[in-house]
C-alpha cells in the first residue's frame, strides 16, 4: 500500500517528527495555524454583547460578537478586557466570552476603542 491512499493519515515521520495534519508539513515548519489566525471573519459589522447562562451549571457569561478583528487581534482585546474587568474568559469561534455580567462595561470599553455597537 502507498502512503498517498484514501484514507491515510501520517501523523509521525522519523525524518521529519511530528506532521500536521493539514498542510503535511512537519510541525515546526507548518504555518496553517498562522494563517488561520491571521484570517478576518464576515460578520456583516453588527457588534451584539449579550449574557448567557445556558449550559454553564447557572454561571453566566457576557459574549461580545461580530468584531470584524483577526483572531490575533481577539486575543489581544480579550486580553484587555479580562484585565480592564479582573475576570477570567476566552475567545472561541471568534466570540469573545468573559466570565460575569459585563454588558454595560464592555460597551463603555469598546466605544472607548472606537468600535461602534
Known amino acids: 500500500m502507498k502512503t498517498e491512499d484514501l484514507n491515510s493519515k501520517l501523523v509521525y515521520s ?8 493539514e498542510c503535511r508539513q512537519a510541525v515546526d515548519r507548518c504555518v496553517c495555524k498562522d494563517i488561520k489566525k491571521a484570517a478576518v471573519p464576515n460578520t456583516g ?9 445556558k449550559g454553564r451549571k447557572g454561571k453566566g457569561m457576557t459574549l461580545i460578537s461580530g468584531l470584524t478583528l483577526s483572531e490575533n487581534k481577539l486575543l489581544d482585546l480579550a486580553k484587555k478586557l479580562k484585565q480592564r474587568f479582573g475576570t477570567g474568559g476566552a475567545v472561541k469561534d471568534y466570540i469573545i466570552q468573559l466570565q460575569g455580567d459585563h454588558r454595560e462595561q464592555s460597551a463603555q470599553e469598546l466605544k472607548k476603542l ?4
Not at 522519523?14 to 495534519?21: D, E, K, V
Not at 459589522?45 to 447562562?53: H, L, P
Request: charged letters at 10%; proline letters at 5%; one cysteine or more.
Open 14 to 21: 522519523t525524518a521529519l517528527g511530528s506532521i500536521c495534519p
Open 45 to 53: 459589522g453588527a457588534v451584539r454583547i449579550s449574557y448567557e447562562t
Open 114 to 117: 472606537g468600535v461602534s455597537i
